[in-house]
């Protein structure tokens, strides 16, 4: 019986800091790679709201004052018919600083007509969309180029599930958004999992987000990857792969266990 007992409050435990963790919390997590530039890295939102109409994210991200806000995609999900919390946030946070964003699968897989109100509401927030687009941009006297990529859904998932996924290769990126530019590179790219195809491509630093911490995370690790896999390689952290500084933000929306939902800061 005390056995089962502790079984008992240890589930109930869980299952509270559940329901507290995917209904209030809200971490920032401070990353400083050395510089002096601050960006704050948000993702994977997924209709998600902290405070009404995001005020507590917008409030959070304006006390740490970024110089730059990077938006790595999934800010709705596929099936979000209501844009009136994106058109909230997005308003809110370019009042901080100025805001990239990139769409994710989920952005992609929304129905055909629900694209150009989602295109208005990005473009009349000031907010600006790279999707296979690059941005030159001077902040602090800092030299940046942003880029952004828009891979094919089929790096995402086929009609057949998500055995066989094509790959995102350094090709590609050139493909998408030319060569790598002369100067300082801030890659945005929803998907971790094509790191080292980033870092062949040139980029210094690459921002994602997509596996959501690995939805569990246990002892650091995260345990799954959106397209069904155990122990994803990048789902949380800072990574170097091969001399490229791989940014991965574990996001904000979707459930989670043991895997905050997150703002990010970096200084680079």
């Known amino acids: 019986m005390v056995i089962l007992l502790i079984v008992v409050i240890i589930l109930l435990v869980i299952i509270l800091w559940g329901i507290y963790e995917n209904k209030v919390l809200l971490t920032v997590r401070r990353e ?10 948000i993702s994977d939102t997924h209709r998600r709201s902290f405070g009404r109409n ?19 995609g999934d800010m709705v999900s596929r099936d979000e018919t209501d844009f009136r919390l994106l058109r909230s946030t997005l308003n809110g946070l370019n009042k901080i600083a100025p805001v990239y964003m990139i769409y994710g699968n989920h952005e992609q897989s929304l129905p055909p007509e629900f694209h150009p109100e989602l295109e208005e509401i990005i473009h009349t927030s000031g907010t600006i969309l ?9 902040i602090n006297d800092n030299e940046l180029y942003i880029c952004g990529i828009y891979p094919k859904y089929t790096t995402y998932k086929k009609s057949g599930g998500y055995r066989d996924l094509d790959t995102v290769t350094a090709q590609d ?9 002369s100067g300082r590179t801030l890659l945005m790219a ?4 094509f790191a080292e195809s980033y ?10 987000g997509h596996v959501h911490g690995g ?12 397209e069904r896999k155990l122990l994803p390689r990048y789902s949380k952290g800072v990574y170097d792969v091969n001399g490229m500084k791989l940014c991965v933000s574990a996001g904000l929306g979707k459930p989670r266990l043991f895997d905050p939902a997150e703002i990010v800061i970096y200084r680079i």
């Open 215 to 226: 939805s569990v995370r246990l002892f650091g690790v995260g345990l799954l990857s959106p």
């Open 173 to 181: 990126i050139k493909a998408m958004v030319g060569d790598h530019p």
């Open 32 to 41: 400083d790679l050395g510089g002096s530039l601050k960006i704050a890295h």
């Open 54 to 72: 995001s005020s507590e994210l917008i409030a959070k991200t304006a006390a740490e004052s970024p110089d730059l806000i990077l938006l790595t």
């Open 130 to 138: 790279l999707n296979n687009k690059v941005s030159k941009r001077v």
């Open 199 to 208: 870092a062949e491509w040139g980029a210094e630093y690459t921002f994602s």
């Open 190 to 193: 929803h998907n971790p999992l």
